[in-house]
């Protein structure tokens, strides 16, 4: 069945056409008004900072809404937006649960339940930053330094393969060099970090997040309106279930059904879909960094209650659109004969994008989108990039600024200059990584770095705000345990990254420990974060709790 035959006249009239191409002199104009705008509310957030607190927490007087926005945009990057998006692409629909598990834990459950105790608990404890708020709130300044040197060594990974995933956009639609679109990312986003501060940030962020709700809100529909409407490209994507056993039979062997079915339980792709994408991303969230600290820049709890309906909004149009489109796009490519590049008419999504996901969200937006919307999806793509981008090179130079500099050379003065050199490091050695990373990184390396900061972090974050009888030994067990599990199940078990790192190979001859089904193919964080959670427990029972007038502080 020709899918051109289902199309409604309106589409196939224009569907696919070769003269659409983007003129890259008008989009290049458009983004100079947009950096115009970026630059502006960058100044902004530089004149209104006056001291750390504007700088690392926006003075803690953040309107609801530009809250909501900033945490949905510093959550949602193009990380998911490119790089699981074109994850959808290849494993399908099955994807759509993360959707449901990032509004469920990482907005209602994040709000409700970490986001109350977090505001009120870091005033109580004067906390500026993540690692502040755990070390005073533990009365620990060696476990504000542990903290800093974790954020420090894990975070340009998730830093790169934002950076990688905006890159590969500008790469595939616009035709650029991958080497000059990682220069002009981390500059620009350099420039409202450095100096404008959480309070610049966050005045991006808004308006960021508020381009990417329309602009993927946007390709959805243009998706819908080229496939013939959703019940015609729903059917034509399950009609295409045999096509996996046909054209993808090592895919197919290893448990995948067709792109509106979950894969075949207990298989290689079950295990990978749920344990690495689907728990690890959907739980690690509650532990990010730079999440937490958007908590603390609020007035009030009723703040954060109006903020998570706007979340969760966010969260729905944006990930949710990117995971459906990316699905959809194998209606696209297979059933498109003509009008689109040599070589990839009649092809599935990952065939078209020659095996590499991170390419499947910018080839189809190059191929199936009119001009305006393909101009409207570059100022998405740019936003989710550099709204994450930017909260992250915040949380890592306020690591190296605020937390490691004041607190291994013991002066509690003003560090915001020091902490502005500490975003310029972050972002250099992201650059770097965006450079050596091999192609298709960029999903797998969100699931690792929020696998890992759920394991390191979540056991215990939660009982500092929950659990009176939390012990300082206790949450230096959680964490060691947490990071040392995951980093051994990275280099030994989980075969993605063992074979890819080759210690494993080298030391024992084989490219994971534990070959036996399923274990080379389940994530670290399966049983890292049961191993801190245990680890927080039992240590915490054997050792002295802190003192009862610092407990009453904290939980008042």
Known sequence: MELLSMLSPAAAAVHANPDSGMNTLVLGALIAIYMLGIGYLGYRGFRKTRGSQDYLLAGRSVNPFVMAMSYGAAFISTSALVGFGGIAGQF????????????????????????????RMGLA??????????????QSRGLKIFLALIIFLFMPLYSSVVLIGGARFLQEV???????????????????????GLKGVMYVDALMGTVMIVGMLSLLVMCYWKLGGITTAHQALTDMAP??????????????????????????????????????????????????VRFMTVKSSRELN???????VFILFTVGSAYMVGALSN??????GHGIADGIQGKLSIEAAGGNPDLIIPMFIREALPPVILYLFSLTLLSAAMSTLS???????????????????????????????????????????????????IARGTAIFFGVCAASFLPSYAAALYWRGTTRAGVWASISVGVGVSLFGLFFLHRKESAALGLCRALFGKSELIG?????????FVYSLPLSLAALLVVSRLTAKLPEQHLNHCFK
């Open 92 to 119: 399908g629909m099955g994807l759509m649960w993360l959707v449901f598990m990032n509004i469920a834990i990482g907005i209602v459950g994040a709000f409700i339940f970490f986001g109350r105790r977090t505001r």
């Open 125 to 138: 404890l004067d906390a500026h930053t993540f690692p502040e708020f755990m070390g005073n709130r533990f």
């Open 174 to 196: 616009m035709m650029v060099d991958y080497g000059w679109a990682l220069g002009v990312f981390a500059v620009v986003v350099a420039f409202y970090v450095v100096f404008g």
């Open 243 to 292: 096509l996996v056993a046909e054209r993808l039979p090592q895919e197919a062997a290893l448990g995948h059904q067709g792109w509106t079915c979950m894969p075949r339980f207990n298989s290689v792709w079950w295990w990978t879909l749920v344990s690495s994408l689907m728990l690890g991303v959907g739980i690690g969230a509650l532990a990010q960094p730079q999440l937490a």
């Open 306 to 312: 109006r903020a998570v309906l706007i979340g969760s």
């Open 331 to 336: 209606v696209f490519f297979y059933y498109t």
């Open 391 to 441: 909260s992250l090179f915040h949380v890592t130079g306020s690591a190296i600024g605020h937390d490691l500099f004041r607190n291994l050379t013991k002066k509690q003065g003003d560090s915001t200059l020091i902490t502005r050199l500490g975003v310029v490091f972050g972002i250099a050695v992201s650059v770097i990584l965006g450079i050596v990373l091999p192609p298709g990184i």
């Open 516 to 524: 036996t089904f399923p274990w080379p193919y389940v994530d670290t």
